[in-house]
C-alpha cells in the first residue's frame, strides 16, 4: 500500500479531512487522528487498545508497537510489508473509535 492509497482510502471515509504537511499528512474525523505518515513507509493508526494486538497478530510483520507507543491507542503499519485490507481494517477501526 502507498502512502497515496493511505489517504484515498481515509477520505473515503466520512468526515475525514487531510491535514500535516505536504511530507507527513495525516487524517482526521472531528479533529480527531485516524491515521498519519510518520514515514514515506510507516504510517501511525489510532487503534482502541482492545484490538490493537489483533492487528498485529494477524499481519506480524506489517504491524508493530515501538515502546513509545506502547502506553498510547497507536500501531504501526509498515506499507512496504502490511496487507493492505489489514491496513484498511486499521484505519477503519481508528474512524469508528475517533468518529464518537
Avoid: C, N
Wanted: aromatic share 6%.
Amino acid at each position: 500500500m502507498t502512502p497515496d492509497e493511505v489517504g484515498e482510502y481515509a477520505e473515503s471515509l466520512a468526515q475525514v479531512k487531510r491535514k500535516g504537511t505536504e511530507t507527513q499528512p495525516a487524517w482526521y474525523v472531528h479533529d480527531r487522528l485516524v491515521v498519519r505518515m510518520a514515514d514515506p513507509t510507516t504510517a501511525v493508526v489510532r487503534v482502541p487498545l482492545s484490538e490493537r494486538d489483533a492487528l498485529v497478530e494477524t499481519d506480524p510483520d506489517g504491524f508493530g508497537v515501538p515502546p513509545r507507543m506502547e502506553a498510547h491507542h497507536k500501531v504501526e503499519a509498515y506499507l512496504d510489508r502490511a496487507r493492505p485490507e489489514i491496513v484498511q481494517m486499521a484505519i477503519r477501526l481508528a474512524w469508528e473509535m475517533q468518529r464518537r
